[in-house]
């Protein structure tokens, strides 16, 4: 919460300095404090706010790209005068913790074309999935631990080597 609140209160002197408190200053002086905070994340201690801004912004690009690289492949897919049919449940065994995690994994699994979240075993450790259009119901799992990958990294905590006592 430090590094948040750190780059707010930058945005705003940004703003106060810029003359003007409005959106365009505030959303400049952000980046310019994000930009202030990574340059420095020893000294002002937010290597964690650093670490998981950046996750957070290469898992949207991640799953931008995925998300429209599946809906072509499910459009072209639909355009064949006989789609090969190849649907699979899958059983993909999960190293994410906790129902916020899965419950992200399931939504965002979900919103890929081509897939629907059947549900979760009874501990939680086990997603079933429905697949249509993979090569093989390995190709299917593949995709969805990749989706659990790039989850993993923004979810991670800290590595303890690199927080910094206040």
Known sequence: MRGLTLNLLLAVVWALFAGQVGTRELTIGFAVGFAVLALFPRALATHAYVGRVL????FVGFFLRE???AN????????????????AIVAVPLRLRGEGALTFLAATIGLMPGTVVLGFSADRRTLYAHAIGTASAG????????VEDRLLRLLRPTPPHL???P
């Open 55 to 58: 996750a957070g912004l290469a």
């Open 67 to 69: 998300l429209t690289v």
């Open 72 to 87: 072509v492949q499910v459009a072209l897919f639909a355009l064949r005068p006989d789609p090969p049919l190849t649907p």
């Open 139 to 146: 190709a299917a799992r593949a995709a969805i631990l990749k």
């Open 163 to 165: 927080e910094v006592e």
